[in-house]
């Protein structure tokens, strides 16, 4: 079983960035696949970046790809996400997420364990 717990976020202005944090709990970590999701107030969750057990493999949602980067540290049991060029469309709250497997999906039910969340805020 794996827990999630998400730091990094907070208010930013327009093109700033952020460094979002996710470290894992358990001895598997290396084992999952891991994405980050977003969900902003009135709106459904989103799904944002995925990366695969290997750390060269990510893919993103378009409306964040060239802006952000998603990746892993085994060793230390943490999924970043680098935000850049941060918009006010970017405000939401950001959640991690772990599946069992080697692939990470743009599904937010594909994934088996949840972190709590940290708000991303960015103004205008």
């Known amino acids: 079983q794996v827990q999630l717990v998400e730091s990094g976020g907070g208010l930013v202005q327009t093109g700033g960035s952020l460094r979002l944090n996710c470290v894992a709990s358990g001895r598997t970590f290396s084992t999952y696949a891991m994405g980050w999701f977003r969900q902003a107030p009135g709106k459904e969750r989103e799904f944002v970046a995925g990366?695969?057990?290997?750390?060269?493999?990510?893919f993103y949602t378009d409306s964040v790809k060239g802006r952000f980067t998603i990746s892993r540290d085994n060793a230390k049991n943490t999924v970043y996400l680098q935000m850049n060029s941060l918009k006010p469309e970017d405000t939401a709250v950001y959640s991690c997420?772990?599946?069992?497997?080697?692939?990470?999906?743009?599904?937010?039910?594909?994934?088996?364990?949840w972190g709590q969340g940290t708000q991303v805020t960015v103004s205008s």
């Open positions: 990366i695969r057990v290997s750390t060269t493999s990510t």
């Open positions: 997420a772990a599946r069992r497997g080697y692939s990470a999906s743009r599904l937010y039910n594909e994934y088996d364990y």
